[in-house]
């Protein structure tokens, strides 16, 4: 059964760099359209960003200046980057895709905190 | 940025039938948006219901189905079961960026 594994750091000083990695476990990665979802505690889902098979990026306006989403073709994986963390970063992230949303990862919960 | 609008909350009884609207700041929603309708109960990742504005995955209820309603996409259940009791997303593409809705809240009482 194809899985999306994901894992990074979960506790952050604010400024730092989150970095999130997620990969296909099981399943082919070529393409499919990769994307990042988070949801802060107690809230709604937000859209972070997507890249394509081809590299091509499209990211949500209000975190575009500090977000990078990247992909490793050979390793079947794609990452997130967001630079400069607040405490309004606090979230649980997800990676989700392939086709039309039908593989999520089981979220990764990062912490922004002095 | 387009918001994307909601009920935050509805009720159902058991068996009974409810629709979950979601409309555009923009403009009436259509085929255009690339609707999709994700569902999310407590402690767990979200799972994608429709795609494509009225799509099923092999998983969604036959129970749940939707459409284009007077400007908004909706969603239906008919006949709801104790476990469709969750929060429900739409999200809606604006050229490519997706924009989520702040969710509704379902409750089967």
């Known amino acids: 059964q194809v899985q999306l594994q994901q894992w990074g750091a979960g506790l952050l000083k604010p400024s730092e760099t989150l970095s999130l990695t997620c990969a296909v476990d099981?399943?082919?990665?070529?393409?499919?359209?990769w994307h990042w979802f988070r949801q802060s505690p107690g809230k709604g889902l937000e859209w972070i960003g997507e890249?394509?098979?081809?590299?091509?990026?499209n990211y949500n306006p209000t975190l575009k200046n500090r977000v990078t989403i990247s992909l490793d073709t050979s390793k079947n994986q794609f990452s997130l980057k967001v630079n400069s963390v607040t405490a309004a970063d606090t979230a649980v992230y997800y990676c989700?895709?392939?086709?039309?949303?039908?593989?999520w990862g089981r979220g990764t919960l990062v912490t922004v905190s002095s | 940025q387009a918001v994307v609008t909601q009920e935050p909350s509805l009720t159902v009884s058991p068996g009974g039938t409810v629709t979950l609207t979601c409309g555009s700041s923009a403009g009436a929603v259509t085929s255009a948006h690339y609707v999709y309708w994700f569902q999310q109960k407590p402690g767990q990742a979200p799972r994608t219901l429709i795609y494509d504005t009225t799509k099923k995955h092999s998983w969604t209820p036959a129970r749940f189905s939707a459409s284009l309603l007077g400007g908004k996409s909706a969603l239906t259940l008919s006949g709801a079961q104790p476990e469709d009791e969750a929060d429900y997303y739409c999200s809606l593409s604006y050229s490519g960026a997706y924009v989520l809705g702040a969710g509704t809240k379902v409750t089967v009482l």
């Open positions: 890249v394509t098979l081809s590299g091509g990026t």
């Open positions: 099981g399943g082919s990665f070529s393409g499919h359209y």
């Open positions: 989700a895709g392939r086709y039309y949303f039908d593989l």
